[in-house]
C-alpha cells in the first residue's frame, strides 16, 4: 500500500530565504508526482507534475526532482516570498491511476 | 490544461438530508475524479467517476452513501446521502488527461449541522 510523508509539516522562513520540502513514498512503482499548491478555503494548483522517466522539472522559482529508486521527491523553491505561503501537497499517482497525497507542508515566508 | 467548475462553491445541511454537487469541466476528458478533504486533513480519493457505467469506489466509500453520475465526457455529479456532522468537509473534483496530470476544481466546502 502506498504512503506518501511530507517532511516538514510546517516551515517559517523570512522572505529571500531559499528552501526544500520534502516528499518520501513507499512504493517506487510510480506512473507519476505531482506538485500542488493550496491556499486557505481554496482548490488545488498544479505546480509541476515529473513523470516515472523523468528526474527534474522546472517552472520559474520552483524545481522538482524525483529519485524512485530512494522514494523522494524534493520542491525547491528559490528567492521565496510572502505571496508563496500556502500549503504544498505532493501526490503519487501509481497503478490504476491511484493517487495518493501526503499530509502537505505549511509554508508562511515571513516579510 | 482545464478549467473545472464546481456547484454549490459552499453549503450548510442539516443532517438527515442529501446534496449534490456539480463539476463541469470546460473540455473533454478522460478520467474525472471525487475527493475529500476533511478538516485540517490532506485529501482522499472517493472514487472515480466513469464516463456510462459504475463509479469505481476507494475503500471506505460506498456507493449508497456517496452515489456518482458522469453523463458525458465534461460533466460529473456527486451526491452526499442521509448526511452527518461526519460529512463535514471540502469536496473536490479533478479530472486528468495525458500525462494524467490532474487539474482541481475550487471545491465545495459542505458543512452539517
Known amino acids: 500500500k502506498q504512503e506518501v510523508t511530507q517532511i516538514p509539516a510546517a516551515l517559517s522562513v523570512p522572505e529571500g530565504e531559499n528552501l526544500v520540502l520534502n516528499c518520501s513514498f513507499t512504493?517506487?512503482?510510480?506512473?507519476?508526482l505531482q506538485w500542488f499548491r493550496q491556499d486557505p478555503g481554496k482548490g488545488l494548483t498544479s505546480l509541476l507534475l515529473i513523470q516515472s522517466s523523468q528526474r527534474e522539472q522546472t517552472s520559474g522559482r520552483l524545481n522538482a526532482s524525483l529519485d524512485k529508486s530512494s522514494g523522494r521527491s524534493t520542491l525547491y523553491i528559490a528567492a521565496s516570498q510572502p505571496g508563496d505561503s500556502a500549503t504544498y501537497l505532493c501526490a503519487a499517482a501509481t497503478g490504476g491511476f491511484k493517487t495518493i497525497f501526503g499530509a502537505g507542508t505549511r509554508l508562511f515566508v515571513k516579510a | 490544461s482545464a478549467v473545472i467548475s464546481q456547484k454549490p462553491s459552499r453549503d450548510i445541511c442539516q443532517r438527515g438530508t442529501s446534496l449534490t454537487i456539480q463539476c463541469q469541466v470546460d473540455s473533454q476528458v478522460t478520467m474525472m475524479f471525487w475527493y475529500r478533504q476533511q478538516p485540517g486533513q490532506s485529501l482522499t480519493l472517493i472514487a472515480t467517476?466513469?464516463?456510462?457505467?459504475?463509479?469505481?469506489?476507494e475503500s471506505g466509500f460506498v456507493i449508497d452513501k456517496f452515489p456518482i453520475s458522469r453523463p458525458n465526457l465534461t460533466f460529473s455529479t456527486l451526491t452526499v446521502s442521509n448526511m452527518s456532522p461526519e460529512d463535514s468537509s471540502i469536496y473536490l473534483c479533478?479530472?486528468?488527461?495525458?500525462?494524467?496530470?490532474?487539474?482541481f476544481g475550487p471545491g465545495t466546502r459542505l458543512t452539517v449541522t
Open positions: 479533478s479530472v486528468a488527461q495525458d500525462g494524467y496530470e490532474q487539474y
Open positions: 512504493d517506487s512503482a510510480i506512473y507519476n
Open positions: 467517476a466513469n464516463q456510462g457505467s459504475e463509479a469505481t469506489y
